[in-house]
C-alpha cells in the first residue's frame, strides 16, 4: 500500500520556519542550506517540496498574506465588539501591526521586481490585501448615511500604504512606536469613513 502524500502538510510546518529566516536574511542572502538548517531537515527534502530558492519565496509571500487573514479572521469572529470590522482591524493593527517582521519579505521581494515570477506574486499579495480592505470599508461605509469620500478603491491601497510607511518608519527609526500607532489608527480611521450628508 502506497504511503500518503503528506508534502502539503510539511510545507505549511515549514512556511513559518522559512518565511522567518527570509525576513531575516532577504531574499539574496538566504541559502537554500540556510533555510535547510532551521527548518532541521536535508536540503533535499526541502526540494521535494518546492523545485527551487524562488518557489520557497514565493510560497512565502503568500504566507504573509495567509498569516494575516488566519489572526483577523480570529479577531473578527472572535470579538463581540459593536464596532465594524473595518474600525477593529485598525485597532488591532495600530497595536501589532509588523511585530512578526514579516514585511521584510515584502521589502525583499521588491528588491527582486526583475523577476517576473516574484512580481506576479507580489501583485497577487497586495491584489489580495487591497480587496479584503475595501470589502471592509464598503461594509464599514454600509453602516452609515452619506456620500462617500475617499473613493473606497482609493482607501483601500491608501490603508495598504499606512502600512508600508509604518513599516519603513520602523526599520528607519523615523516615527516612534507611539508614532506609529497613530498613524494607523488616526488617518486609517480617516480614509474608512464616509462624509457627512
Request: net charge positive; aromatic share 8%; proline share 3%.
Amino acid at each position: 500500500m502506497a504511503r500518503p502524500d503528506r508534502s502539503n502538510q510539511r510545507r505549511e510546518k515549514l512556511l513559518p520556519v522559512i518565511a522567518r529566516a527570509f525576513a531575516q536574511y532577504g531574499y539574496r542572502r538566504t541559502t537554500t542550506a540556510k533555510l535547510a538548517e532551521r527548518c532541521g531537515v536535508q536540503e533535499n527534502i526541502l526540494y521535494r517540496l518546492w523545485s527551487d530558492k524562488k518557489a520557497m519565496f514565493i510560497a512565502v509571500i503568500d504566507y504573509v498574506f495567509e498569516n494575516s487573514m488566519r489572526c483577523w479572521a480570529t479577531l473578527l469572529e472572535e470579538t463581540g465588539d459593536p464596532a465594524s470590522g473595518a474600525e477593529q482591524l485598525l485597532d488591532y493593527e495600530s497595536k501589532h501591526h509588523g511585530e512578526f517582521g514579516l514585511y521584510r519579505i515584502v521589502f525583499a521581494g521588491l528588491s527582486e521586481t526583475d523577476d517576473a515570477d516574484i512580481v506576479k506574486a507580489l501583485r497577487r499579495m497586495y491584489g489580495r490585501f487591497h480587496a479584503f480592505i475595501k470589502g471592509q470599508i464598503l461594509e464599514h461605509r454600509g453602516r452609515g448615511a452619506g456620500k462617500s469620500a475617499p473613493d473606497a478603491d482609493l482607501a483601500a491601497w491608501a490603508v495598504v500604504g499606512l502600512g508600508t510607511v509604518a513599516n519603513i518608519s520602523n526599520e528607519l527609526a523615523l516615527l516612534t512606536a507611539r508614532h506609529r500607532q497613530r498613524l494607523i489608527h488616526e488617518i486609517g480611521r480617516l480614509l474608512i469613513e464616509r462624509q457627512s450628508p
